[in-house]
């Protein structure tokens, strides 16, 4: 239910911050027949993470959006004390969990509690409201209310998401600010600009369906890698300043531009190198995709690393793919996608899919040739990961080669649309 916390001093008052499964039940946002549950959940945390709270405000958050406060009592002083009946609900209802904020209209105010404390937006709430309840749905305020919120008050419109780093803390970083990590991270910097382009619509379309999905993004391959500031400063050494400008802009010039098909965000998949084509989605997780359909790439092959050959013993091969192989063992490659990569491969009497073959060892791509040994097998491999989606080798040669991002996106990404 509850993965992770934060404690922040807003305003000088601390506020605890806990995150909540999008999954679990409490997702419905239907706290008021759960309050007990809820209650004894929290307290468990909390005893069991030994958390040492002096405020009074506790904020539940599903997805990126926060869905309801609890006021406590009392402070949470005592590493070993409770929290059951030092809770008062307060709860936030939302008939539909948008995470992608909208522009709130001209003639009212929206109330926004960001992370950030210098973007929170104070709501003053009737003082005649009972138990201290706030209104249903996001709180508007009528313009002769004498409480309502100063028109000259900034709002802060910026989506924001929550990366889970790989030390297990989870981030709150602005979206724009969060590509500059991916882009830096996951797209060589040198590429052409047209490129990097590419690279931060597609790294944005990413993020913004997994907010929508409710999927967590993580700083490695699971989802997306990313790279704090100082990280890739560290990475870049004397070109930091050169390279982070560049990718940048590459991001600031492409700013909200996402990709969809039929009014959706597609599945933003990338690779590396293509082996000079690249390859249908249904050859490698069994769904179907319009968008994602097999496309010349011959570009790929200028890649010095194009071809790659490996070595792997059998005792090493036997130990991956859970068989028996050796010098005796007999070994077809039998059959080839549309992406000219190998779509099965027999050993002996036992078939693997060239999806899982490759993947079981390791190898950079399932376009393999393989040539046995005395002592192991040796693998020649084309190009450089799934194949599926937009090449971000092939897409820096054509950059090179004139074209504009969205050029190429739409190559690379058949019948799809670019939105802002």
């Known amino acids: 239910m509850i993965y992770n916390y934060e404690i922040k001093v807003i305003n000088g008052e601390e506020k605890l911050y806990l995150y909540l499964d999008l999954n679990y039940e409490f997702a419905n946002l239907d706290f008021k027949t759960k309050k007990k549950s809820l209650e004894k959940a929290i307290n468990e945390f909390m005893i069991k993470n030994k958390i040492v709270f002096k405020g ?6 599903v997805g990126g959006l926060i869905v309801g406060d609890l006021i406590l009592k009392q402070p949470v ?3 070993q004390s409770t929290m059951i009946d030092a809770i008062t609900p307060k709860i936030m209802e939302v008939d539909n969990l948008m995470r992608i904020p909208e522009l709130p209209k001209l003639e009212e105010e929206i109330e926004i509690l960001d992370l950030n404390e210098n973007n929170k937006i104070k709501n003053n709430v009737n003082k005649s409201t009972t138990n201290n309840s706030i209104n249903n749905k996001m709180v508007t305020e009528n313009k002769s209310n004498n409480n309502s919120v100063s028109k000259n008050k900034e709002i ?3 989506i924001y998401v929550n990366v889970k780093r790989s030390n297990g803390q989870i981030e709150n970083i602005e979206l724009e600010e969060y590509l500059i990590g991916v882009v830096g991270a996951e797209m060589p910097a040198l590429f052409n600009i047209e490129a990097l382009k590419c690279q931060a619509v597609v790294s944005r379309t990413y993020a913004l369906k997994s907010l929508q999905d409710g999927k967590m993004l993580t700083d490695n391959e699971t989802t997306q890698s990313y790279k704090s500031k100082s990280e ?3 990475m870049w050494g004397k070109n930091f300043n050169n390279y982070y400008n560049k990718v940048k802009t590459a991001v600031n010039e492409t700013k909200g531009e996402y990709l969809t098909y039929n009014g959706k965000y597609i599945e933003a998949v990338f690779h590396s190198t293509s082996n000079g084509r690249t390859e249908d989605a249904s050859n490698v997780w069994k769904n179907n995709y319009p968008y994602l359909i097999s496309v010349e790439s011959p570009y790929d092959k200028t890649n010095p690393s194009f071809q790659y050959e490996k070595e792997l013993s ?3 091969i036997s130990k991956k793919l859970g068989i028996n192989v050796n010098k005796d063992s007999i070994i077809n490659i039998l059959g080839k996608t549309i992406g000219n990569r190998v779509s099965q491969v027999s050993i002996d009497n036992k078939i693997f899919s060239g999806v899982e073959f490759r993947n079981k060892l390791g190898l950079r791509s399932a376009d393999f040739e393989l040539a046995k040994l005395d002592t192991g097998i040796k693998f020649k491999t084309y190009g450089y990961g799934h194949g599926v989606g937009m090449s971000q080798y ?3 040669v054509m950059a090179k080669n004139g074209y504009k991002y969205d050029e190429i996106l739409k190559y690379y990404y058949t019948g799809i649309n670019i939105k802002k």
Request: glycine fraction near 4%.
């Open 394 to 396: 092939g897409a820096n």
């Open 232 to 234: 890739l400063e560290s």
């Open 77 to 79: 002083l005592s590493k």
């Open 56 to 61: 009074s405000i506790i904020s539940l958050i």
């Open 156 to 158: 802060d419109n910026n």
């Open 314 to 316: 059998y005792p090493d």
